[in-house]
């Protein structure tokens, strides 16, 4: 009877918990091929030389390993102007999204966000830009530790009920590991956009 009683107790403590932090809500989409399809390149270098060794499209990019003594470099990519085509579908979330009281934003792996500011705001929209590239260092892992960083951020303020738009499997993995049961809700969705023919 006792022990019914405590796992009674623990599920209405859970219970409990879930109704004392009024749901904060935040939106967060990644720019790069899930927002738009860029044509620009991301460079490898080499981390002692900063020589060019290849130049990778964004599908090439999100599948790239890098080897020893290389790196990526996001400066030049994330400087110029995005010339490419919008991804339809996640940019009607995010539209959709923008209009419901929470906080939405951009956090992209690139190194400068007024590009992609730039060119949301030539389609009407006028969202914060949040570029972490700097604090990557230029990989993948960077990258996701990085978005990571932010995010627990924000939970640190106050939000609670989150919601990740990427491309990237890692980063939504990395993201995921800052969910907390009856406190921080994370839900994740993977962007995979193929341009028609």
């Known amino acids: 009877m006792a022990h019914g009683a405590g796992i009674r107790m623990k599920t209405f403590k859970s219970y409990i918990t879930e109704l004392a932090a009024p749901r904060k809500p935040l939106w967060i989409f990644d720019f790069d091929d ?5 044509t620009a390149r991301v460079d490898v270098i080499d981390k002692e030389t900063k020589k060019v060794l290849k130049r990778l499209t964004s599908e090439e990019f999100r599948e790239y390993k890098l080897k020893d003594g290389e790196e990526f470099d996001f400066r ?3 400087k110029k102007d995005v010339k490419g085509n919008p991804i339809p579908a996640t940019l009607k979330i995010l539209r959709s999204v923008m209009g419901r009281g929470g906080k939405a934003v951009v956090l992209t792996g690139r190194n400068y966000g007024e590009t992609a500011q730039k060119y949301l705001k030539q389609m009407g929209i006028d969202i914060e830009v949040i570029a972490i590239g700097g604090k990557s260092g230029q990989s993948h892992e960077g990258v996701a530790k990085a978005k990571a960083d932010w995010i627990q951020a924000q939970i ?3 939000y609670n009920d989150i919601e990740f738009h990427d491309d990237n499997k890692l980063n939504l993995e990395y993201a ?9 809700r994370i839900r994740t969705k993977l962007i995979r956009y193929s341009p028609k023919g």
């Open 176 to 184: 995921k590991r800052l969910a907390k049961p009856g406190e921080v």
């Open 156 to 158: 640190d303020q106050g």
């Open 76 to 78: 030049g990519a994330s």
């Open 34 to 38: 899930t927002l738009a399809v860029d």
